[in-house]
């Protein structure tokens, strides 16, 4: 074999290793997608309803591409509606429409296993990045003390037996500046 074939060989690979990657990133259709809605009505006068103006009014989708029943429906299938915490998840979604429990929920999960690793790690750069000034001061401290006594952390991240949202709250806006 060749370096040519190699380097073919590498790049058949590389092609069909992001052919799955993607594949799995954006799906595939399973038949249980839901239909396509029609933002402008109806043209076809048949179909209209009896009130004289339903045929002159078009309802604009919403700027985040959602109506009301589809935003809070994540929020729904992750806690029963009219709970306490289905409430305050839809009072967040308010503030932010792209919330969706349980992206937060698998994001809040990563972060987690970084924070624990980086912390083991003594990688405070990451840690700087990933918490606010108060708690990286908290993790700061700590890492220097288990530097000052020579102590060395070896750790391998398991992973998280039970997590839940237990509640939620909405208190405006934080600016991305802040951290």
């Known amino acids: ?18 052919f799955f ?6 799906g595939r259709r399973t038949g249980n997608e ?30 985040d591409g959602t ?4 935003r809070f429906a994540a929020i ?4 029963p509606a009219g709970a306490p915490l289905n409430d305050s998840l839809r009072e967040v979604n308010k503030a932010d429409p792209s919330f969706n429990p349980k992206e937060f929920f698998n994001g809040a999960r990563m972060a987690y296993e970084m924070i624990v690793m980086a912390f083991a790690d003594g990688a405070r750069k990451l840690l700087k990045n990933l918490l606010s000034r ?6 700061d401290a700590a890492i220097s003390e288990r530097e000052s006594k020579g102590e060395v952390v070896r750790s391998s ?6 997590a839940d949202i237990v509640s939620a709250i909405s ?5 991305s500046e802040s951290r």
């Open 1 to 18: 074999m060749g370096a040519n074939d190699f380097v073919t060989i590498f790049f058949l690979v590389a092609a069909v290793l992001i």
């Open 21 to 26: 990657q993607l594949r799995s990133v954006l």
């Open 34 to 63: 839901k239909p396509p809605r029609d933002l402008y009505g109806s043209a076809d006068p048949a179909n209209s309803q009896t009130a004289p103006d339903v045929g002159k009014v078009v309802t604009l989708p919403r700027r």
């Open 67 to 70: 109506d009301e029943e589809d």
């Open 76 to 79: 729904d299938a992750f806690t």
């Open 134 to 139: 108060e708690v990286y001061e908290g993790f």
């Open 157 to 162: 991240f398991v992973g998280i037996e039970k």
């Open 171 to 175: 208190s405006g806006r934080v600016p």
